[in-house]
Each structure stands twice: as structure tokens, then as C-alpha cells.
């Protein structure tokens, strides 16, 4: 308590009562008090109305009034300073019904003494002083970003600051006076009560929590316990403070996966290396095969043996251009082709539950685009219906020219004016509810169990259309399915010829240096090139390429390079060789194959490149044009 005198308020009509309590206020310890004495109910509320007094003390019996009504008009009256109702006799219910409307405490006189009212005042001053200080701070807490509020040991809430609605989903009223359990649920029980034996030893708390609000959103808390203790050093109630940190538990899990995926990244690059190096001979060997054999069994299996390693070859290239970005050689696909492909891989793998239709019109408009992504964004669509259909139900592919306007580019900012392709893949599933629609294209978002999705899906069909200049839209309803439509840039080019089967031409004897450090690939190209009228010699590494062009000069017409080799490498070897002779001309070659490694063979004067694996047809191509060509 302060120094300043305690004013009193003593409402009774008992002169006899005023006397006894003037001497027991005279007995105080807890300061000097000033009694002000009224004994009619009408003075008393002219007198309270001033709002004077630092504590009021009201007898229920005055007249034809009581109490309990005067209370009732201080409380109107906006009386923030503490009442205590004095009664003859005790009654229950009278008791129950002043704590209801406000009173500080309710005491009868026959068991009054001066101790006993002293406590009572001290009580509720001090009561008031903290619940003042509480509504001065309220307006602080309100503005933090973090939950706050105060429970007491019955888990029943006493404070509830705007962060915590915010948080929860659940506005003050309602808060207040619900137990915790009622707003949320704590996932692990084990943990709170650990919690809350440390918090008894210690006075505090800090861990994470794992909650699920009123609404049924997850959420994890930063969360701070501390035990506030009042009136003779007796614990009344917990504060806690509760920080969201959700989202960055989701980015750190992000940043994880990222990392492993950086790692896979890396791995994948030198097993892709091996890989191809591994295909390219069994690629060359099945077509040299081909051309050479005359049994008809072999001959209906070398093209299983050839389609499966350009497959291999191709599985390669998607897992680099994951692995890598967005990167890829970006010719001319029609979607018809795209589709046909998918329809059969959907037909041999969906479940037979799944009932797949198309729709493809004549005349289709044609993409700019790499198509293994391409093939990779509408797989991954037919894929998400799949999951979203587990007990069966329709899916349809459907591709359409679309000319985006004025007016349509003003109202989807990803959109320009121009000429699309646009494929939408539909489903019949359980659809997309609208709270997390905005979301399926985050990196890391999944609604599949863990351990069922990525969350990289969807985001990275969007990465591919947006790299190829394109958009995407999407539409979905609950128990109803969903649909995905992607548009890409299109040429307003109705067909592209079908690769037709030309005679593979022929050299004229033309002698070719092979560098590679995979003997199997020296070997096949060598005896390919040979099959088609050229001669090789070849070398295992640049030093040795080197030695051999030096005798040879004059021989060689076209040095055919690996890239990636040990000793000295492909671009030393290219280097080394324009240094000997300025019009040597090189085709590079390399199973890795990413924009910086192009970059740096176009920027040493290298305009042609072939990847491994390359088929014959490839190989003897790309050297005629460079044989015809100015390095």
C-alpha cells in the first residue's frame, strides 16, 4: 500500500455498527484510513456517484432498500473500487448473488472482527491494484504479435489478448471463462504434464507445443510458462505466451528437404554420366545390330532392346532436368503426339477403376517447348487425379487452341496477348477445399500422408509452364473433382511432319578421331562409323588425342570429343586442338549436358554437340552437317 490515507465509504443505518467498525479501522496495520459514514440509501448514492472513496463498505439491510441494489447502481454508476457487502446474518444465496454482481467479499457481522475486515480490505485493494495494472498492460499485449493470455490452475481462462484470437480463432468472450481444453487440444498429454512439474519446481516453462485449434488448423507454439502468485505468496494463476512458429517448423523442414534434394542433385549428375555412358554403346550396338542381321527373331527384338535404352536415355534427361531447374533443348511438340504417349502409359498403369477419356481436335497448334518437361507436367496432372480417385472415377485430357485478348490478359496477370495451347487434365476425385487451394502449387504442400508426397508435384508443374512463358488455372469442388488447365505459347502451326526413316548417309571414306574414356563407346562408334563408309582412329584421353591429331592432321576431317574425361578434359582438348589447327572442326560430346556446359563450349567457337546416348542416325548426321559446315 501506498502512504496516502485509505478512504472508506461505510454505508449503514446502525450507528452502533459505524462505531465499532471507526475502532477496528484505527487498528489497521496496512495504513491510515479516513471513514466517511452514511446511514440512508439515497445520500449513499449521491455520495458514490462522485466516485471518491477508495473502498466502500455497504450493509445489505438499509430500509426499504438493501445492499446488494446499491452495489448493482455503483457498478452502473462506473465504480471501479472495491465493495464489500456486510449482512446481519449469512446467507448462501445472498452470498452467491453479490459475487455475481461484483462484490470484492461478503462478510457477515456476528463473525466480524477487526483482523478479519482488515484482511478483507487489504484483499481487495490489492486485488484492484493488479487487476488495474492488468487492464493498463492489456492494451500493450493487445498490439503483440503473440498469444497471451492467463489460466488458473483449473485450466479455466482468465485473460485473452487479440493475438490469442487471432491465433486460435476464438474471440475474448468466448475465451474468457472456457477451459483450455475447450479452445484447443494439446497432442502430446505426456508432455503438459511434465510441463507442469517443472513449472511447480521452477516457476517457468519454455517448450514447443503441438495444438490443434478450435477450428481444427495444426499449429506449433513457442510456448512460456510462468506461475503468478498473489495474497500471502499462494499461486493464482499462469501466464502464458505462445508464439506461432508453424511456419518456420515448415521452413525449416523445407530447408531439410532442400538440402537432400541438393544432395540427390548432386548424386544424380554423376550416376546420370555413368548411366549414359552405359546406354550409349548398347544404344549404337542394337542399331549396328540391326543393319547387320538377317534372322528374323533377332530382328523383331533389337527394336525392344533400342526403344528401351532411348527410354533409359530419356528417364536420364528428367531426373537432370529436375535436378538442374528448368532447363532443355526447346523444339517444336504438338500435343497431339504428347497425349497419345500419356494415354497409353495411364491405360498399362492407372487402375482399371479409372476410366480415362481424351478429346483432341484436328488442327491443333503446336509448342515451343522441351518436351521430356512437357511429357512431366501433364504426367504429374494424371498422376494427382489418380491419388484424388481411390476408389475409381472418371479422368479426361482435353486440348484446345485458345486466343488470349485484351481483355483476358487484364484480368490474369500471367497471361499475354497471344496464341496457347491449352491441355486440362479433369478428375471426378474428392476435390480441393477452398482454404488450401491457394497453396497447391507452395514447394513442400501436401494433403497425402507422409511419406506419400513430396509437396513438389504441382510446383513443379508450375515452374515448367511458367520457364516455357506459359500459366496455369485451376478449378475445384469438394466430392466433385478438379481441373487443371495449363497454357503454353503456342505457333499457330497446324502439323508437324512425322519423323520419317531416311537411309542413313553415307561417308566417303573420311577419317574420324573418337575421343572418349569409356572403351565400349570408342569402340561401338568407331565400328559404326565404319559401317557407313568412314574411318576412325581413337584416343582415351586428350593427351592422347592430342598426339594422334598431331600425326594426322592432315588426314582427319571431324575430331569427335567427349566432354567429361580424366587427364585432360574435353574443353583443354578443344582448346589445345584449335591452337594447332583454327579450322579443326569438333563436335562435342557429353552425357551431361546443362546450359553452363553449352555456354562454355559455344564461347571456344564449338557449334555442334551431340548427347549421350545419340543414335547412329544422330552421329552420322551431325557429321555431315559439320562437314559441310565452317567451324
Known amino acids: 500500500m501506498n502512504d496516502n490515507p485509505i478512504k472508506v465509504l461505510l454505508v ?87 459475487m455475481k454482481a461484483g462484490a470484492a467479499d461478503y462478510l457477515e457481522k456476528s463473525q466480524l472482527n477487526a483482523p478479519l475486515l482488515e ?38 481462462i482468465l485473460y485473452w489478448n487479440k493475438a490469442a484470437e487471432r491465433l486460435y480463432g476464438c474471440h475474448k468472450n468466448e475465451a474468457i471463462g472456457s477451459k483450455t481444453a475447450e479452445l484447443w487440444q494439446e497432442k502430446k498429454a505426456s508432455l503438459i504434464q511434465s510441463a507442469l512439474n517443472t513449472l511447480v519446481k521452477k516457476g517457468s516453462w519454455e517448450g514447443e507445443l503441438y495444438q490443434s485449434t478450435k477450428l481444427g488448423k495444426k499449429i506449433i507454439v513457442e510456448s512460456r510458462w510462468t506461475l503468478l502468485k498473489e495474497y500471502e505468496n499462494k499461486t493464482q494463476s499462469i501466464l502464458v505466451v505462445n508464439t506461432d512458429i508453424t511456419q518456420k517448423k515448415q521452413l525449416e523442414s523445407q530447408f531439410l528437404r532442400a538440402q537432400r534434394l541438393e544432395s540427390i542433385g548432386t548424386l544424380s549428375s554423376g550416376i546420370a554420366h555413368d548411366l549414359n555412358n552405359v546406354l550409349a554403346p548398347i544404344l549404337m550396338t542394337a542399331q549396328l545390330l540391326e543393319s547387320q542381321l538377317d534372322d528374323e527373331r533377332s530382328k523383331r527384338l533389337l527394336p525392344i532392346l533400342i526403344n528401351n535404352a532411348k527410354r533409359g536415355a530419356n528417364l536420364v534427361k528428367q531426373v537432370l532436368s529436375f535436378t538442374r531447374g528448368m532447363e532443355g533443348e526447346r523444339t517444336l511438340v504438338q500435343p497431339k503426339h504428347l497425349i497419345n504417349e500419356i494415354k497409353e502409359v495411364v491405360r498399362e498403369t492407372f487402375p482399371k477403376t479409372i476410366q480415362m477419356s481424351d478429346e483432341i481436335p484436328q488442327n491443333l497448334w503446336v509448342i515451343k517447348g522441351d518436351s521430356t518437361q512437357l511429357h512431366q507436367v501433364v504426367m504429374n496432372l494424371c498422376v494427382n487425379a489418380r491419388d484424388a480417385m481411390p476408389n475409381g472415377g472418371k479422368l479426361s485430357i482435353r486440348a484446345q487452341n485458345f486466343t488470349v485478348d485484351e481483355n483476358y490478359s487484364q484480368m490474369h496477370l500471367d497471361a499475354q ?31 497425402k500422408e507422409l511419406g506419400k508426397g513430396t509437396g513438389l508435384g ?8 511458367k520457364s516455357h512463358g506459359g500459366f496455369v488455372n485451376v478449378q475445384s469442388d469438394i466430392n466433385k473433382g478438379s481441373n487443371f488447365q495449363i497454357y503454353l505459347p503456342a505457333q499457330e502451326i497446324n502439323e508437324i511432319q512425322e519423323e520419317t526413316e531416311e537411309d542413313l548417309p553415307l561417308g566417303e571414306g573420311e577419317l574420324i578421331l573418337v575421343i572418349d574414356d569409356e572403351d565400349s563407346i570408342r569402340d561401338i562408334t568407331k565400328k559404326s562409323l565404319e559401317s557407313y563408309n568412314y574411318k576412325a582412329i581413337t584416343a582415351s584421353d586428350g593427351i592422347e588425342a592430342i598426339a594422334l591429331y598431331a600425326e594426322h592432321r592432315n588426314e582427319i576431317s571431324v575430331v569427335l570429343t567427349d566432354i567429361v574425361m580424366p587427364i585432360m578434359d574435353g574443353l583443354t582438348t578443344i582448346r589445345t586442338l584449335q591452337k594447332i589447327n583454327p579450322q579443326v572442326k569438333i563436335i562435342a560430346v557429353s552425357g551431361l549436358f546443362s546450359n553452363e556446359k553449352v555456354n562454355a563450349i559455344t564461347e571456344v567457337g564449338i557449334k555442334a554437340f551431340l548427347s549421350k546416348p545419340y543414335t547412329a542416325q544422330q552421329l552420322l548426321q551431325t557429321i555431315g552437317n559439320v562437314k559441310g559446315s565452317e567451324q
Not at 25 to 41: A, I, M, R, S, T
Not at 61 to 71: C, D, P, Q
Not at 127 to 155: C, H, P, S
Request: charged share 25%.
Open 12 to 98: 449503514d443505518d446502525d450507528e452502533d455498527d459505524y462505531i465499532l467498525i471507526r475502532d477496528w479501522l484505527n487498528e489497521f496495520q496496512l495504513g491510515c484510513c479516513e471513514l466517511d459514514w452514511l446511514d440512508n440509501y439515497q445520500a449513499a448514492k449521491n455520495v458514490i456517484a462522485s466516485l471518491r472513496h477508495d473502498i466502500y463498505l455497504l450493509d445489505y439491510r438499509l430500509g426499504a432498500e438493501n445492499g446488494l441494489e446499491l452495489l448493482q447502481f455503483s457498478i452502473e454508476c462506473g465504480c471501479s473500487s472495491p465493495i464489500i457487502l456486510l449482512t446481519g446474518r449469512g446467507d448462501r444465496g445472498i452470498d452467491i448473488e453479490a
Open 119 to 156: 484482511r478483507s480490505i487489504r484483499y481487495a485493494l490489492e486485488r484492484k491494484q493488479a487487476e488495474q495494472k492488468i487492464r493498463e498492460q492489456a492494451a500493450l499485449l493487445d498490439v503483440a504479435t503473440d498469444a497471451i493470455f492467463v489460466r488458473d490452475l483449473d485450466n479455466t
Open 458 to 465: 504441382l510446383s513443379t508443374v508450375l515452374g515448367i509452364v
Open 417 to 447: 496477348v497471344g496464341s496457347y495451347m491449352m491441355i486440362s487434365v479433369a478428375d471426378t476425385g474428392i476435390g480441393i477445399s477452398p482454404e488450401i487451394l491457394d497453396r497447391v502449387f507452395e514447394p513442400f504442400f501436401t494433403t
